[in-house]
């Protein structure tokens, strides 16, 4: 959640100034007067006096109804608007969702000699200090709130119907009570874990005869912030757990054991024959350890479960719910070894100019700087399971020594037999089907993978030899139960991007292998389609879902850097993946390289530009276009109704809201944040927190996706709110990004997917979901430069984007704190406009991220509004989220473009139904109008009871 903070309160006092100026020429012209008049008679005096002051009182009250109403307006009515709340109906309902959620969620990776489900052990030992302190979510905007009661791993099991070993509870308690805060204000990377030594024999027997079953937990955390995961954690501070030893040698990163927690599974090993891990943690692990011991039969990954999550933990083990779920990333043995490795932490640039440019802020009421950085995506379109594969068919690397669990993984307490049909085409439409059987002994689930591996040309273009491109979860299925499944593909869905040759996506000619695979590296079945002749998609033969055909946009975002390639079986794969040595920006991108400290607020406008139409009265209101098309020339006599002021208003303040415009009839729209809980960041209501994007995409069903949309959307609407801040849907290019629990997976396709049936969901309750972060924010900070190339930009790191506009139509996306080259994001036309909007069909309006008071030193609204992005999410007056010459035809032109598109995304929300809008003030309003009248009448009341006197006395 966001909160306010020492910058917030700078910017607000920076826009109140000029009212606050206006307090002290008042009071300094009524104590000139009041001096003035001494020598006067003492009734004039007084008279003067009294007056004077009743007037400066009244002069005072217009200049704080300026303020209230003026520049603190939308804050107030955030701040004070909390009479709507999620109601208990919903509420139980929502946990029913995350429940099934995190029952088809959870990943279970290993289960040697069928220990689990537990059928006998009905007593558990819970080794590891995070099982009385699991992570339960995120931090920041992805976090949960402490709104709602939250199911213990503990609770979970017991209600499971296991007993639990208190002695090693109270242990654990006595160790360290609670773990230590990590939110958007700080990041804290200590894992408290009591030393072995620390474990008397007296507890160790005791364990061993309560139960002959250890359950370790492990967890890991990570929040939005300035940071990413440490790749060494001998450069960042953390509390050492013995000051016998280090946790944590030099170039040991935070997604391996520390020593604490290898002494402690040593341990529990030697006492225990049965053990199980609890990997909790979003953030793929190095679990190689685990083959260490044979005493580790199982191990299950749960993620943060949110609320209810753990609930399913004990129906998992008790073997009341069979596992369905599948691992959205990779998990491989070394971490290091992975091609991002030394390309996943952002690197300041050495250019003297760019470090003259750091930002200065505050965050937590701490000093805190933000330079120019950079990010070299050099595995190219090689990301997570994409590279593996492709390097084991080319004998890069020894696929079973280097991956551990592959992507799309996962294990159940029953067996599945899948048959795949013949392919059956027609006009390049390509169905199957694929059969599912139960021939196991107890119920559950399957999921249906389909890949494609394409025919590649050594030195062509780049192309994996694994790329999901559909999946189907089954419903429950009994004993000997069948499920059949069509799948429809579109031979243009297997084109490449060819960035050097045509610049366009192009399906060259070759065979084709369509196969039904357990994950990416085991198929189970395969056949065999032909391309007899390559298809250019051209401006002259655009692919079918296209609105217009691709072309090359971004070929400025590959800068100077040497990508990894296919060619001769990865042979620059060094030189490729090496850690940076060049740290300075080349001249040709630097001199067009600004922060709002030295751009041009001129830079977009044109003096050809006539002055557009304003303030014009043909009577029309936003509700008279509400299931217009977007292109329904209504929308030109509304927007021309438009003032100056109006527009600039709205674009500025859209920070959780788009502001009421009384003369049109919109009235104010209330977005609210978070894709785990919907939080009202200002009045501090919430709802249940749900399991993290992780677990959601783990489930591999669209099904639930659209419900945990639905479902969020009604919490949103009970709690007043017509937008909501998610889906978030970058991707886990790298283990080590902070942020990744809110994001869906290492691919592009099935990030897609689940997010545009979250997207559907939302909008069938009527709010519209803010698809984030658009685009490239695949790290966690802000000002980092990527440097991608066009065909990885378009075929990984905007996919989820892509299908959440064409296949779940989304109308609001926000604007992510990335750099693409050497631009913010926001002012890439290409991106905003030529993507999004006319290549794509996107309809609606663009957020920028979280504004503060000077937009994070990068962002503002000269540079957004002519390159696509719409409304600042800002929410006090003054500063960058003001258009500079709001009188500017340009400006005005590129005004009335946002208002259209917001408008358009607003009018078609729920609020605008017949039993949604709400027209009336807000209570704080009336209040305040109420207090303005008795003032006024009591001013008056005295203005005249002075002026009797007076009169009298003169008598």
């Keep these: 959640?966001?909160?306010?903070?020492?910058?917030?309160?700078?910017?607000?006092?920076?826009?109140?100034?000029?009212?606050?100026?206006?307090?002290?020429?008042?009071?300094?012209?009524?104590?000139?007067?009041?001096?003035?008049?001494?020598?006067?008679?003492?009734?004039?005096?007084?008279?003067?006096?009294?007056?004077?002051?009743?007037?400066?009182?009244?002069?005072?009250?217009?200049?704080?109804?300026?303020?209230?109403?003026?520049?603190?307006?939308?804050?107030?009515?955030?701040?004070?608007?909390?009479?709507?709340?999620?109601?208990?109906?919903?509420?139980?309902?929502?946990?029913?969702v995350a429940e099934d959620i995190a029952e088809n969620g959870f990943v279970l990776l290993k289960n040697n000699d069928d220990l689990l489900p537990l059928k006998k052990t009905k007593k558990l030992n819970l080794f590891g200090w995070s099982s009385i302190n699991p992570i339960y979510g995120g931090a920041g905007s992805g976090g949960i709130n402490e709104l709602y009661p939250i199911v213990s791993l503990e609770k979970g099991l017991e209600d499971g119907g296991f007993a639990l070993n208190k002695n090693l509870n109270r242990f654990y308690k006595n160790y360290a009570k609670s773990r230590a805060a990590v939110s958007i204000k700080q990041q804290n990377w200590d894992l408290p874990e009591p030393p072995a030594n620390k474990y008397s024999k007296k507890l160790i027997n005791q364990a061993k005869e309560f139960s002959d079953t250890a359950v370790i937990t492990l967890s890991r955390l990570a929040g939005e912030g300035a940071n990413d995961i440490p790749q060494d954690m001998s450069k960042v501070p953390y509390q050492q757990n013995s000051k016998d030893y280090k946790d944590f040698n030099k170039g040991q990163h935070y997604l391996e054991l520390s020593k604490t927690e290898k002494n402690m599974v040593n341990l529990v090993c030697h006492h225990f024959k049965k053990v199980i891990i609890l990997y909790n943690g979003?953030?793929?692990?190095?679990?190689?350890?685990?083959?260490?011991?044979?005493?580790?039969?199982?191990?299950?990954?749960?993620?943060?479960?949110?609320?209810?999550?753990?609930?399913?933990?004990?129906?998992?083990?008790?073997?009341?719910?069979?596992?369905?779920?599948?691992?959205t990333d990779t998990f491989v043995y070394n971490l290091k070894k992975a091609p991002y490795y030394y390309n996943a932490e952002k690197t300041n640039y050495a250019n003297k100019k760019l470090q003259d440019m750091t930002v200065h802020g505050f965050n937590a009421g701490k000093a805190q700087k933000f330079s120019p950085a950079f990010i070299n995506y050099v595995e190219n379109i090689y990301v997570g399971y994409k590279f593996y594969e492709t390097a084991a068919k080319e004998q890069k690397i020894n696929y079973r020594k280097t991956v551990q669990f592959p992507f799309g993984y996962g294990l159940s307490y029953t067996k599945f037999q899948q048959t795949m049909s013949n392919l059956q085409v027609k006009n390049g439409i390509i169905r199957f089907s694929v059969q599912s059987k139960n021939v196991g002994n107890v119920s559950g689930k399957d999921v249906i993978e389909v890949y494609y591996n394409p025919p590649y040309k050594?030195?062509?273009i780049e192309k994996a030899s694994a790329n999901l491109i559909s999946y189907r979860k089954t419903k429950e299925l009994q004993p000997g139960e069948t499920q059949k499944i069509t799948f429809t593909i579109n031979e243009q869905d297997m084109a490449s991007y060819d960035e050097k040759g045509e610049g366009a996506y192009i399906l060259e000619k070759g065979r084709y292998e369509i196969s039904i695979n357990k994950n990416s590296h085991d198929v189970i079945a395969s056949k065999n389609y032909e391309v007899h002749?390559?298809?250019?998609?051209?401006?002259n033969n655009k692919r079918k879902n296209d609105k217009v055909a691709a072309k090359n946009l971004l070929q400025d975002s590959k800068g100077t850097v040497t990508y990894l390639s296919r060619k001769d079986h990865f042979a620059n794969y060094k030189k490729a993946t090496s850690q940076p040595h060049n740290l300075y920006m080349p001249k040709k991108y630097l001199n067009n390289y600004h922060l709002n400290a030295n751009y041009n607020p001129k830079r977009y406008l044109n003096k050809n530009d006539k002055r557009p139409v304003t303030n014009k009265n043909y009577g029309l209101k936003l509700t008279d276009l509400r299931g217009k098309s977007y292109d329904d020339p209504k929308w030109n006599k509304l927007l021309d109704q438009l003032t100056v002021k109006e527009m600039a208003n709205t674009i500025a303040l859209a920070g959780y809201q788009t502001p009421a415009i009384p003369a049109i009839g919109k009235v104010q729209n209330v977005d609210s944040d978070g894709p785990a809980a919907i939080n009202n960041n200002f009045t501090h209501i919430g709802s249940i927190g749900f399991p993290i994007e992780v677990v959601i995409a783990n489930t591999w069903s669209k099904k639930l996706a659209y419900e945990y949309g639905k479902i969020m959307g009604q919490m949103a609407k009970e709690m007043g709110s017509s937008g909501w801040y998610a889906p978030g849907m970058n991707t886990h290019r790298s283990a080590f990004t902070a942020r990744n629990y809110e994001y869906f997976s290492e691919d592009g396709i099935l990030s897609g997917y689940t997010a545009a049936n979250s997207v559907l969901g939302?909008?069938?309750?009527?709010?519209?979901?803010?698809?984030?972060h658009f685009a490239m924010y695949d790290s966690n900070g802000k000002m980092v430069s990527a440097w991608a190339t066009e065909q990885s930009i378009r075929e990984n790191y905007l996919k989820p984007f892509e299908i959440a506009v064409k296949k779940g139509h989304a109308n609001a996306a926000m604007a992510s704190w990335a750099f693409l080259g050497n631009k913010w994001v926001g002012e890439n036309k290409a991106l905003n406009q030529q993507i999004l909007r006319k290549e794509w069909g996107f309809r609606g309006f663009?957020?920028?991220?979280?504004?503060?008071?000077?937009?994070?030193?990068?962002?503002?609204?000269?540079?957004?509004?002519?390159?696509?992005?719409?409304?600042?999410?800002?929410?006090?007056?003054?500063?960058?989220?003001?258009?500079?010459?709001?009188n500017a035809p340009s400006n005005i032109k590129y005004m009335k473009r946002a208002l259209h598109n917001i408008l358009y995304t607003t009018v078609n929300s729920w609020v605008y139904s017949e039993d949604g809008q709400n027209t009336s003030l807000p209570t704080w309003k009336k209040i305040a109008y109420g207090i303005d009248l008795i003032l006024t009448l009591m001013i008056l009341g005295l203005g005249i009871m002075t002026v009797s006197k007076y009169r009298a006395r003169k008598m």
């Design 1 to 96: 959640m966001v909160t306010f903070e020492i910058d917030d309160l700078i910017g607000v006092l920076k826009g109140l100034s000029p009212y606050l100026i206006g307090v002290l020429i008042i009071l300094i012209l009524a104590t000139i007067i009041t001096m003035g008049v001494k020598k006067k008679k003492k009734p004039t005096r007084k008279l003067i006096r009294s007056l004077t002051w009743l007037v400066t009182f009244a002069g005072v009250i217009i200049i704080i109804n300026g303020i209230i109403f003026g520049p603190m307006s939308t804050l107030i009515t955030l701040a004070t608007d909390s009479t709507q709340k999620v109601s208990v109906a919903t509420t139980n309902k929502a946990k029913k």
């Design 282 to 327: 979003a953030y793929p692990f190095q679990l190689g350890f685990v083959n260490e011991h044979p005493e580790i039969k199982s191990v299950i990954w749960a993620p943060g479960p949110g609320n209810i999550g753990f609930e399913a933990l004990g129906k998992i083990l008790n073997g009341s719910v069979s596992p369905s779920g599948r691992t």
């Design 458 to 460: 050594n030195g062509g």
């Design 533 to 539: 002749k390559t298809e250019i998609y051209n401006k």
């Design 762 to 772: 939302a909008k069938s309750v009527g709010v519209y979901p803010t698809i984030k």
């Design 846 to 886: 663009i957020v920028s991220d979280f504004f503060r008071s000077n937009g994070h030193g990068f962002m503002n609204a000269d540079i957004s509004l002519p390159n696509g992005v719409d409304a600042m999410l800002s929410t006090f007056a003054g500063g960058p989220n003001q258009v500079t010459y709001k």
